[in-house]
């Protein structure tokens, strides 16, 4: 989510006025042209990035409402269940959100739509820039799709400075700009703590990585929400909020999924339905 957005949120009043400010964004442009689409040339796509296939990356999946409108991103973490921000699990009731796998282009049938039985967010989530922005969605269902891998202790190296990572998602592809029908990727390097806190004055170390360019130019946009920032095949990140999209000087900050790793895995685990 913007942080702008958040901001006219805290001068209107009320959570549920939040709630329907968050899904707004998500929600619109979904029926509007891209340019791009026909897979000619690599200009403009995503913020930055190129058109993505889903043989690279067939954990990423995306979350519909009821009316078949994507408005966030997610990414298969078993065979039941997919990790996604917790304000998008918020955004929409749990009866309506559908997890679109397999599929790379929104206007195809393809791969597979399942519904949601359980919903886990974060504890103590509030808002995207107060940290534990993490949520994970039991499926109806099993995914014919293979997750993507959990960071564990070995893997705190990923998240030094300078670690390029792909971050994957059917978001704007460019700041209050058109949906995109493809997936698409972007390839952003690890920000550091200290230069994420001099950009945010929120950022939190422990609950959050940034990722981007100093100059700007490649990021996650609206509808990227929720999404995986990866190194190879393992889950880093999980897109949550920013400053605009691909401004200088305005990383994307994402969940830092190795702080809910084994939260994560213990509501991925699939267990018998009681
Ligand atoms: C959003 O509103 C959003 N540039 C997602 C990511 C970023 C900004 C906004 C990061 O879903």
Avoid at 90 to 97: F, G, M, N, P
Avoid at 146 to 166: F, W
Avoid at 173 to 195: F, K, N, Q, T
Wanted: hydrophobic letters at 40%; proline letters at 4%; glycine letters at 14%.
């Amino acid at each position: 989510m913007s942080v702008k957005s958040r901001r006219s949120l805290l001068f209107a009043s009320g959570a549920l006025l939040a709630v329907a400010a968050v899904a707004v964004p998500v929600v619109v442009g979904t029926a509007a042209a891209d340019p791009g689409a026909a897979g000619s040339g690599n200009q403009a796509r995503i913020v930055g990035g190129n058109q993505a296939s889903l043989a690279d990356h067939p954990y990423a999946v995306y979350l519909t409402d009821a009316g078949g409108n994507q408005f966030c991103g997610a990414v298969i973490v078993s065979s039941t269940s997919v990790a996604t921000a917790a304000h998008c699990a918020k955004a929409v009731a749990k009866q309506d959100i559908r997890v679109v796998a397999g599929r790379e282009d929104k206007r195809t049938s393809e791969g597979q739509v399942l519904g949601v039985s359980k919903v886990w967010v974060g504890q103590g989530y509030t808002d995207p820039t107060q940290g534990a922005d993490v949520a994970v969605l039991t499926v109806r269902g099993q995914f014919d799709y293979r997750p993507a891998k959990l960071p564990d202790s070995g893997d705190a190296g990923l998240y030094a400075k300078g670690t390029q990572a792909t971050v994957l998602g059917w978001g704007r592809i460019a700041d209050g700009g058109a949906r995109s029908d493809y997936l698409r990727s972007g390839e952003v390097p690890v920000v550091s703590d200290s230069e994420c806190h001099s950009a945010y004055t929120v950022y939190d170390q422990k609950t959050m990585v940034c990722a981007g360019y100093a100059e700007g130019g490649v990021d996650a946009c609206q509808g990227d929400s929720g999404g995986p920032l990866v190194v190879g095949d393992t889950l880093i990140g999980i897109v949550s909020f920013g400053d605009g999209c691909a401004k200088a000087g305005k990383p994307g900050v994402y969940t830092r999924v190795s702080t809910y790793a084994k939260d994560i895995e213990a509501q991925a685990k699939p267990r018998l339905l009681g």
